[in-house]
T-cell receptor, first 115, second 113 residues
Framework: AQKVTQAQTEISVVEKEDVTLDCVYE???????LFWYKQPPSGELVFLIR??????QNEISGRYSWNFQKSTSSFNFTITASQVVDSAVYFC????????????FGKGTSLLVTP | DTGVSQDPRHKITKRGQNVTFRCDPI?????LYWYRQTLGQGPEFLTY????????KSRLLSDRFSAERPKGSFSTLEIQRTEQGDSAMYLC???????????FGSGTRLTVV
């Protein structure tokens, strides 16, 4: 069973629009970690954020913000005032103790920001 | 410290040949992970090491795949008798502790022809 679901396969927005990338996860662990990674066309995986299961505070970093809701098992990512350089594939991932904290990735959302 | 290094960056091999990839993690990281990423998919976990001990292997890791991490430093991933389905990006990541996040290498892109 897919542990991390990113229902949006592709999203296309015009520059300066806000965009939210959805992530829903599934786990039986009470202690787990959630991540977002960015993979630009060059291919490297760039770490964006890590959140543990005990910290439901939303986080903002510049134009990026994350909304973690345990009640709905969601960890959504919003880019405000999108820019062309935000074009990339974004992956949500789950890390659990039962799997040695190996990352379990979703299938990714491809974001295209056009001028 | 230059991050996680993977070698080679690209490998083209004929079907049936053996290939070996190398990963040099961040020196103070005791955990090392291997992932495989095919086109249009997220990375899939293959195996991980804590120091020199291989603690978990995914069912994706068939008996043609073997990984080692001698002395808990660099790691190698070998694929024997390669098949076209093995064509993918092989990613290595290291971590001081799995909970604290991972640093990924740039990957080795394998093409089996």
């Amino acid at each position: 069973a897919q542990k991390v679901t990113q229902a949006q396969t592709e999203i296309s927005v015009v520059e300066k629009e806000d965009v939210t990338l959805d992530c829903v996860y599934e786990t039986r662990d009470t202690t787990y970690y959630l991540f977002w990674y960015k993979q630009p066309p060059s291919g490297e995986l760039v770490f964006l954020i890590r959140r543990n299961s005990f910290d439901e505070q939303n986080e903002i970093s510049g134009r990026y913000s994350w909304n973690f809701q345990k009640s709905t098992s969601s960890f959504n990512f919003t880019i405000t005032a999108s820019q062309v350089v935000d074009s990339a594939v974004y992956f949500c991932a789950l890390s659990e103790a039962e799997s040695g904290y190996a990352l379990n990735f979703g299938k990714g959302t491809s974001l295209l920001v056009t001028p | 410290d230059t991050g996680v290094s993977q070698d080679p960056r690209h490998k083209i091999t004929k079907r049936g040949q053996n290939v070996t990839f190398r990963c040099d993690p961040i020196s103070e990281h005791n955990r090392l992970y291997w992932y495989r990423q095919t086109l249009g998919q997220g990375p899939e976990f293959l195996t991980y090491f804590q120091n020199e001990a291989q603690l978990e292997k995914s069912r994706l890791l068939s008996d043609r795949f073997s990984a080692e991490r001698p002395k808990g430093s660099f790691s190698t991933l070998e694929i024997q008798r390669t098949e076209q389905g093995d064509s993918a990006m092989y990613l290595c990541a290291s971590s001081a502790h799995g909970r604290n996040g991972y640093t990924f290498g740039s990957g080795t892109r394998l093409t089996v022809v």
